[in-house]
């Protein structure tokens, strides 16, 4: 008998253990990645717009600043954007800054994209080196972040831009 | 305020290159030549790094685009004098320790490292109990069906019928 | 109509096996001919009933009928027929129906198999087999629902998943690993029904050993094709990554392999019972934690579907079957031990058994906790981990190394005691082999240790393979006479199944060696050529005549293509294309290999140019072709040793 509890008594610890973790994992994305950013000062660039001007963040302080990492070939991204056109379009002069990110793509698709589109909303940046990928911390697209006055990072979305997060980070502003 | 300083010297030192925006360390090594050792010690990071939108490739065997840029930002930093640990906590600033395709080998992530070597001690401890406590015993009598001078052959014979 | 006809079938498999279980529990109490002989028309009846409904689903995958939710959801018109009918297994709801499928074929062909064998151990086996497809029909009819009516029926679908349109392979290695997979379920009948009934007879242990070697056959083949098919498919020049997924097919391959080595001491020593059939338990445990781990989508993997409720389901599925099998174990097992308890000599072929099976469980442990570690540390600590190949290569090398040591001393030694003379004579030749084949290939400018250690452990296993294969023939030429022709067939006969284990050896060694090159020599690099220039990489001379567009009915294929030559001589044309599908907004590539006796080359395009340069990653890798006749051997030894005896009937 006393066998027979140390294999029962040790066995059903163990299944428990495990179904209780494998139970815990239905809670998570595991597609999800940490968000490393929220609450850190967002990481400086200077890049050029398809249209050949200058943004610095730096330069930019004192407003808000929305970050959207897209390409042509993401579906999402273009299932986003006309919301984002549609706000970026309501901004006044000191207003939340819209600026796109090319990620995974060249210059001249995304222009011939936002051509058929009708034009651009806001600036889309262009970065050779992909480096800001990386200091953003950028997986796939569509990517947004949201930039305070202090140029602090607030928050991240990966995936689709939730429209009721995107109207709360716009509330207040002029 | 002595590392600003000295991480404001190196930039300048490196004048012409692209400023390395969000290190907040100075390289801790004076920028390598060999051309092969860079490369060797790039590939073996990018190794390390996972791909963000990959399931269970690294950055080294991915074309993903975030791949691609943590490869290059990787070798960049490796010609830059930063040290392995250096990179990877750079990484791991940006994406978490998540990025790394192995936990660190520190604090509770030992649990994963020494589990394997744990259980092939109590697996090996049992056997070893077992010979232990069959020590004293007689060899068991060969069941053998064949009989023949020759050891290898009775065993090859005994072999066929089993 | 077809979702009428298909609700009907697999409501009629559910009854059919609910109330086999019903029926067979009698048969197993009660020891009677006549309730078992229902309960095996029972089987047959499940497995008609699913094996009409698969057929009506394929029948409305072929002919487009969106009515149907599955097919609205996998398929399309602009799928050919051959992938209409491969997307049966190609999302959830109908992998499950074919998981169903595939269990009430095995659970016939078990009934039929054991139509003479004692009504209760048999009925007990198949009172498992019964409980296991009642919940995965209970699946198909409650909440992965392939045969729900759309209406209204949409026009045209989206078509299955592009990573599985993208090759043939996609047709044969899924149902390959179900074979594998679902057919653990025998095994564990046979043994859960040993447990149950306390008796574990000769008999039965040739027959649970010959379903083991099967199913080992079928999970092999397919966990190989797996490899096959990353290879040929995702162009990252690589067979196995790790992911959960194949982690998941790893882990019961890992404790059957030793299941399969503890059932040798089993059945010829008789002892290692409980731990055998144990074993074998744990292996189809494995194989439910590992179809959890694919479609549940709490793990990160390119398998996993979308969560579902499924995912609940098939964990409380896993729970009940997990405390179920613990209590039997724990319960019985003293009732199947028999004679004395065990002795062993330290250098004898048990103690060698008895290391494989240590190093096998270490290895699964090993992979599964790995697996499931990141979740752990969600769990615990709230934080995002990654455990990947870093880790299991850190652990799967030194592990093999020790496996592959044993293939080679293992069979050299006798059961019982070996004397440490014998032992020496024995391993003398083979280790001396060895020892040249690795100081050789060192010699021979191979960089780093793995490579010559590799090479001299497979010269060492397969010196000793062949020598075991041969020595039954001289041993019987000696004692029998006769020719030598007559007496290599005769060996072949009577000891069918040690031939093939070591055919299986021989497999190991020549698939560790082609792993061990091939993961630690690869030379890659990225190639641009503009059209109708050459250009060299490492000794190959490739020149780039032009692009391609093949437009085909679900996809545009755009390929360059590439003349290599290698020292002037034209080793033929590659032709890595990119596709572009219509439900996909990304190109997926599909890459070239050539494969050559010393060493594939592999190209995968990063980007094509209409009428441009191309520009590709090249790969140079040793031996990858010896991976997949190494594989091969060891599915074949496995096939041979399962094959059964026309005197014998399991």
Known sequence: MRRKLLILIPGLVLIAALIAVLAAGFGHDPHALPSMLDGKPAPGFSLQSLQGETYTLSELKGRKVLLNFWSTWCQPCKIEQPMLDYYAAQQGPDGVVFLGVLYGDEPEPAKAFLRRK??????????????????????????????NEEGVVTQKFAGLLPAKDLEAFLENTP | ????????????????????????????????????????RSIALAKGLRCPVCQGLSSADSQAESAVAIRVRAEELVRAGYTDAQITDYFIDRYGEWVLLAPPTSGHHLMVWLAPGLALLLGGGAIGGMAWAAR??????????????DPYRKRVLDELEG | MISTLGQLLIHAALIASAAGIVVSGVAAVRDSAQAHALARRLAYAAAAALTLATGAMEWALITHDFSVSYVAEVGSLATPPIISVVSLWSSLDGSILFWALVLALYQAAFAWRTRDAQPRIASWALVMLQITLVFFTGLVVSVATPFAPLSPAPLDGPGPNALLQNHLLMAIHPPTLYLGYVGMAVPFAMAMAALLTGRLDAHWMRSMRAWSLWVWSFLTLGILLGGWWSYEVLGWGGYWAWDPVENASLLPWLTLTAAMHSLVVTSRRRRFRSWTLSLIIVSFLLTLLGTFMTRSGVFNS??????????????????IVLVGSLAVVALRLDKVEVGDPPSYQP????????????????????VLYGSVYPLVNQAIFGSQISVGGPYFERFAAPLSIGLLALLGVG??????????????????????????????????????????????????????SLREMAAPVMAALRKEGGTTAA?????????????????????????????????????????????QQTVSWEGYDFTFTGDEQVRQSYRINHRAN???????????????????????????????????????????????????SVTVRAYRQPLVVWLWIGGMLMVLGAALGAWPKRDARP
Not at chain 2, 8 to 24: C, N, Q
Not at chain 3, 424 to 449: H, I, K, N
Request: glycine content about 10%; overall charge neutral.
């Open chain 1, 118 to 147: 009708g034009g651009e909303a806001y600036p889309n940046l262009y970065d050779p080196t992909g480096r800001i990928i990386v200091d953003y911390g950028v997986g796939g697209v569509p990517e947004t972040y949201f930039i």
């Open chain 2, 1 to 40: 305020m002595r590392t600003l300083l000295l991480a404001l010297t190196l930039w300048a030192g490196a004048a012409g290159a692209a400023p390395l925006t969000g290190m907040t360390v100075e390289p801790a090594n004076p920028p390598p030549t060999d051309e092969a050792a860079i490369q060797t």
């Open chain 2, 136 to 149: 004293g015993k007689a060899a068991p009598a060969e069941v053998s069906a064949a009989t023949s001078d």
């Open chain 3, 302 to 319: 390119v398998h996993s579907f979308t969560q579902s409720p499924i995912g609940p389901l098939f964990l409380s599925f896993i729970a």
């Open chain 3, 347 to 366: 250098v004898s072929r048990e103690v060698m058994f008895l290391l494989n099976n240590l190093l096998l469980s270490t290895f699964a442990f090993t």
């Open chain 3, 411 to 464: 069979p050299s030694l006798s059961w019982g005691r070996t004397g440490p003379g014998t032992a020496a004579r024995q391993l003398a030749a083979p280790v001396a082999l060895g020892l040249v084949a690795g100081v050789g290939t060192a010699l021979a400018g191979v960089s780093g240790w793995g490579v010559p250690l590799a090479a001299g452990l497979a010269a060492f296993i397969v010196t000793v």
């Open chain 3, 487 to 531: 007496q290599v067939a005769r060996a072949w006969l009577r000891s069918r199944r040690r031939q093939g284990a070591h055919i299986a050896h021989i497999g190991t060694a020549i698939a560790a060696l082609a792993i061990t090159a091939s993961s630690s020599h690869k030379v890659e690099g990225e190639i641009t050529i503009e059209p």
């Open chain 3, 562 to 612: 590439l003349i290599v030559r290698r020292a002037a001589a034209e080793l033929g044309a590659m032709e890595p294309s990119m596709n572009y599908y219509a439900t996909m907004s990304q190109p997926l590539g599909t890459p070239a290999v050539m494969n050559r006796v010393s060493e594939d080359l592999y190209l995968s395009v990063v980007r094509l140019v209409p009428e441009g």
